[in-house]
Every structure is written in C-alpha cells, then in structure tokens.
C-alpha cells in the first residue's frame, strides 16, 4: 500500500484547504491516499461534496482535537 | 558570508535591496557579499498585465532594467541557474559558471501550464503573459457579443485574478455599449466562488446584481476548440464564443528538474521560510509550497522577514523574526472602484464595500511599486 501523504492546510484562509487538496490530487496517482489536516469547519462538508462530484473516494473523516483528518483516495 | 539571491523579481529583489541596506557597513568591508542570479535583465509589474488585457496600459510602461532596481552593492548576473547542488552549497549557471554560498535564497516564482488541459492554449485567451494580454485585448475589441466563460485552473497565482477580470469584462462590456448581447459565465474550482470565503460572500451579490452567472465545483478537464465547448471533470460542459482562462501553474522546471519539489514547489518552513532539511536555504514567493496566496504582495512581507533573519544572522548569529503569513491584496471590482482583504495565517479578511479611492490607490500603487521593490516602501 502507498503511503499516505499528508496536507497541512490548517490555519489558511487563502487557498484555503479544498484547493489544496485540488492542488495536491492533480500530483498524486490514482489509488493514492490524501490526509487533508484543516481547522476550517467548512472542510468537513465542502470536501466530501468535490469527491463525490469529481468521483474520487472518500476514506474517512474525523476531528481530532481542532483539526479536520480528511482522508480522500484518487479514483481517476 | 557570501549570500547568494536566485530570482530577481519581486520576492528577490526586495529582499537583495533591504539586506544591502542593512549590511552596508558589512558588505562595504568584505565581511559580506551579495550576489543575485537571474534569468531576465528586465523586470514586469506583472499586475499590470490585467489593464494591458482591457487596453488600460501599455505594455512597455510595465518594465524597468533590473539593474536599474538594485543597490549598487549587489553584484548582478543574467544567468540562470541550472543545477542547485544543496549539500556542496553551490549552483552552477546555464554559462558553467560556479557560484558557491554560505546563505541562499530561492525566489524563481512560478509558470502557468496551459499545455496540460488539452485545448486550452489554442481555445482560450489569457492575460498571464505580455503577449496573451494584448491577444487577449484584441479578441476582446473583435467580440461583438455571445457567451463569454472564465475557467480557472489550480493552483495558480494571484487568487484574486478571477474576480478581477469578471468585474472588468462587465464594465468593458457596459462601456462599449454591449453588455446586454453578451451572456458572462464564471466557472471556479471550489464550491464557492472564492477561495476566501468573505470575498465569496462579498462577491457574490455584486455578480447577482452584474448579471454573471456562475458554476462551481468547476475544474477544467479539456477545451473542445472546434466546437466551442469546455468540459469538466466533474462531468459538466457549457458552450462558448469567447473563453478566458487562468491556467493552472506550477513552479519554474528548474526547480523540479533538480528535484526540489514537486511540481516545483519547494517544501517550506510556514515560520521560519527556510527549505525543509536546510537551514541555510531561503525560500520565498510563488516558489513556496506554503498555503498561502501566490502573490507579490506575499513574497513582498516574506522577503522582509527574510532579510531581517539574514542581517541578524550576520550581526548576531541568529533569526529574529517569523512570517505570519500576512497578505495584503487590492481587489479592483471594475474600472473605477476597488476594495482589499488583508489577512495571515489566524485572521480571514474582513471586506469592505468598494469605492473609487480604493480604486485609486491601486492606481497609484501601479506605480509605486518600483519603490517598494527597491526596499524603500
Ligand atoms: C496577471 C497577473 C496579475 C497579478 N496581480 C497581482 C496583484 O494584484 N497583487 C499581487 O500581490 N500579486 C499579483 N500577481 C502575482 C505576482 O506578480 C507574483 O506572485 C509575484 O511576482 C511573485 O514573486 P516571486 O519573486 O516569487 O516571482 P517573480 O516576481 O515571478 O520572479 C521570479 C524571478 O526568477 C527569475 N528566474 C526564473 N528562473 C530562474 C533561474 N533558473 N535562475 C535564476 N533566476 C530565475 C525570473 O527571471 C524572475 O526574475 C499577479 C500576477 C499576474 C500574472
């Protein structure tokens, strides 16, 4: 299994957390796994809505502390 | 110490004047010396790219020598740097020459690549480049009316282009008479229209009331040339006559040919802006891989920090100041009116109404901006 990588987008308003994930999804191969990390309470809506629409895989998503773990596996 | 600047625009060139200033005394005595590497011996305002695009300003009056803009203690090269050898402290230059460094400082910026979306260099107009923003202009006074899209591509570099060039299409539109027989479509990767929310709460009600229709959760797959289509990868299309792209950017090849980060974005330290693994290495602008807006006016307050580190390295042997990831950024909203968001890593931007002295001060600015490169702002 690849190893995941993880995306510090905690305290950012700009790119702000979704586009980083954008950002670092179009870097990725497909079945890697993404560990998005934000302290934006919008991230926890906003990212499963993109991985739906674009159709890549939502692995899990939790708040640990303050932060927002997204895990998001690329599909295509 | 020999500190060695890679990049002479603005992140570079700030940094390079203040640190001449603050080591005069040392670089006048030879305990110091400042070298700046660059590719170009001229220097773009490239903010101004966007009034070139709506025949606002010329595109000569965007340049200025670059030596002109360094203090005469800096020595200055046109040579760019092809191999960075890190861990011997040394680069080597396209002309085979050597430089080595003590302290080194990496602000190449970064390219956009429209090349990678199938269609979009030959589909879409873009004001990213000099000779994009006057092509740009000229489709624009050829148009007659029909569908205008924007596409924006991720990431890229000054998040507020997107909203700029909507709010100015509409008022060139509304100044040549047009506006109602052109249908404007906004198409934005996230699902807002800003990645900033408050400039998304701001923004929105001004497209409404405009008339700009918008999509989001748009990111651009492939441009359809011959029949006008674009296509996303979340599976939508829409038609156009007229397109206008963002593309989306990565950083300079150099940088990921000799593999210091991923698509050219190299690993940097959110704080201290020094490259992960070496302290004596400097990072700063749109080469950065921080999550902070690609934009002059962040390389402008990183490189003030920069400078204030190295100088107090050299003094007192250690970096006094850390990077709050403060950007401050002009939002022109049409041709006569402008307003700004200010914000770092803990506080968003608070956005005010915008009004024509905004907008002026941004004029103004367009041209204050050589000062502020030479270190005096
Ligand atoms: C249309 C447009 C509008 C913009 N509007 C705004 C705005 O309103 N506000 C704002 O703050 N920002 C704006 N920006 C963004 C801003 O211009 C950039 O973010 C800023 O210039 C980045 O600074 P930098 O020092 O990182 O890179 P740059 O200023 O791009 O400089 C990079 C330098 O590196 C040199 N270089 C490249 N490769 C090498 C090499 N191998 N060796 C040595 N040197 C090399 C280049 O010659 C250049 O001198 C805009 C940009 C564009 C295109």
């Not at chain 2, 070298?35 to 001229?42: G, I, N, Q």
Request: net charge negative; hydrophobic share 40%.
């Amino acid at each position: 299994m690849s190893e995941v990588k993880v995306i510090d987008a905690c305290n950012t308003f700009c790119p702000g957390p979704l586009m980083e994930l954008i950002t670092y999804m179009k870097q990725a191969q497909i079945g890697d796994t993404l560990e998005l990390l934000s302290t934006d309470q919008g991230s926890a809506a906003d990212v499963p809505e993109w991985v739906e629409k674009v159709g890549h895989q939502m692995v899990g998503s939790e708040k640990i502390g303050d932060v927002w773990h997204i895990k998001v596996r690329k599909a295509k | 110490m020999r500190i060695l600047v890679v990049g002479g625009g603005t992140g570079g060139t700030i940094i390079a004047n203040n640190l001449a200033r603050r080591l005069s005394a040392e670089l006048r005595t030879g305990k110091v010396s400042l070298t700046m590497l660059s590719a170009s011996d001229r220097h773009m305002y490239q903010p101004g790219l966007l009034y070139v695009a709506f025949g606002q300003m010329m595109p000569d009056t965007l340049y200025r020598d670059q030596a002109s803009l360094l203090e005469a203690s800096i020595e200055f090269h046109v040579d760019p740097v092809k191999h960075f050898m890190l861990d011997e402290r040394r680069v080597k230059t396209q002309s085979d020459r050597v430089f080595d460094y003590d302290i080194l400082v990496i602000a190449t910026g970064s390219r956009m690549v429209p090349e990678e979306i199938p269609g979009l260099v030959e589909g879409s107009e873009t004001f990213y480049s000099e000779a994009g923003a006057i092509k740009m202009y000229k489709a624009l006074r050829n148009f007659k009316g029909g569908r205008v899209a924007i596409v924006v591509g991720v990431p890229h570099k000054c998040p507020i282009a997107p909203v700029e060039v909507t709010f100015s299409l509409h008022d060139y539109f509304k100044t040549r008479g047009i506006r109602d027989k052109v249908e404007i479509k906004y198409h934005y990767p996230i699902n807002r229209i800003h990645s900033i929310e408050n400039v998304a709460k701001w923004a929105k009600p001004e497209f409404d009331r405009m008339g700009v229709a918008y999509e989001t959760l748009f990111n651009l797959k492939e441009v359809d040339v011959q029949n006008k289509v674009i296509h996303s990868e979340e599976d939508t299309e829409y038609a156009y006559d007229l397109l206008i792209s963002i593309p989306a950017h990565r950083g300079m090849a150099v940088i990921e040919e000799n593999r210091l980060g991923q698509a050219g974005w190299i690993p940097t330290d959110r704080h201290q802006l020094t490259m992960e693994g070496y302290d004596n290495v400097y990072v700063l602008g749109d080469t950065t891989n921080l999550p902070v807006s690609k934009t002059g006016s962040a390389a402008h307050f990183e490189a003030e920090v920069i400078a204030d580190n190295i100088a107090s390295i050299v003094k007192i042997g250690t970096p006094v100041r850390e990077y709050d990831g403060k950007v401050y950024c002009f939002i022109e909203a049409g041709h006569d009116q402008a307003t700004y968001a200010m914000f770092n890593y803990l506080n968003p931007p608070d956005l005010k109404p915008a009004n024509k002295s905004m907008h002026w001060f941004k004029m103004s600015y367009n041209q204050m901006y050589w000062s502020s490169v030479r270190g005096l702002l």
